[in-house]
């Protein structure tokens, strides 16, 4: 497995990991009584394979236990990222509490506002920001990010300097303006995370989006495996890198055409 970076953090990820937000979807949950220990089974897969970076969020308490229960014992070799939509510091205390609970941690290293109205500042009246650096202080979090769909709020974000990693959608199919924020991040030493590389399951060629992130050395896709066979493809591809040629090129632009 391949490491790298993640911006101005420093936190060294690996390069393909793990989106935890799969792990109530209705293929684990068709296990039942059982789905807890098929989605602990997938979460142990992904670090065998060499995943160490984690990526959940509050907005889903199951998905947040299920990937605090299968990381318990190797809670010191794997970084975890979890996020926060609250909207003042008061409910960011709670739902950090409760995250904290959950992941069976006293700190998580990157933790990201989601979905903010606003990207939230130093002094701001919300207190938002300032009630991360007082956590950072603390080292209840160890770094802040942002989370988000919207394309100007992940690029105020990146540019206003005060965040060190962002997650925002990118995939294969994503317009030309998207790659201009991964290049963004870039230039200004952000992490860049990339949220549903397989769009939200509508990419379903596993082979042409790995190979696609391939090209963006600095970005880092959590892939959200829905089930064993899937998150091997992705194991086997990153252990076995696809040739990027004129053939490969020619079948994702074939792809792009098609859904845009």
């Known amino acids: 497995m391949e490491f790298i970076s993640l911006g101005k953090s420093n936190l060294l990820v690996s390069k393909n990991s793990f989106g935890a937000m799969s792990l109530d979807c209705k293929e684990i949950e068709s296990f039942g009584g059982e789905a807890d220990e098929k989605a602990c ?23 947040e236990k299920r990937m605090g229960d299968a990381l318990h014992g190797i809670r010191q070799n794997v970084i975890i990222a979890t996020k926060t939509s609250s909207q003042s510091a008061a409910e960011i205390r709670r739902d950090l509490n409760e995250s904290l609970f959950a992941l069976e941690t006293d700190f998580i290293d990157l933790y990201q506002i989601e979905n903010p109205l606003i990207v939230p500042l130093k002094d701001g009246s919300d207190g938002i920001y300032n009630e991360m650096l007082t956590l950072k202080e603390k080292g209840i979090i160890r770094h802040i990010g942002i989370a988000t769909e919207d394309y100007e709020l992940v690029k105020q974000a990146v540019e206003c300097g005060l965040y060190e990693t962002v997650q925002f959608p990118f995939s294969m199919i994503s317009p030309d303006s998207v790659a201009e924020l991964v290049r963004l991040c870039e230039k200004n030493d952000v992490g860049c995370i990339a949220m549903q590389p397989l769009n939200g399951g509508i990419v379903n060629n596993i082979p042409l989006a790995f190979g696609f992130f391939q090209q963006y050395e600095n970005v880092v896709p959590v892939w959200g495996a829905h089930t064993d066979e899937e998150l091997q493809q992705i194991l086997y591809f990153n252990d076995h890198p696809i040739v990027i040629d004129d053939e490969f090129k020619k079948e994702v632009e074939k792809v792009r055409l098609f859904f845009n």
């Open 41 to 63: 089974a997938i979460v142990h897969h992904a670090y065998s394979g060499g995943m160490n970076f984690f990526d959940t969020s509050h907005s889903s308490p199951v998905c």
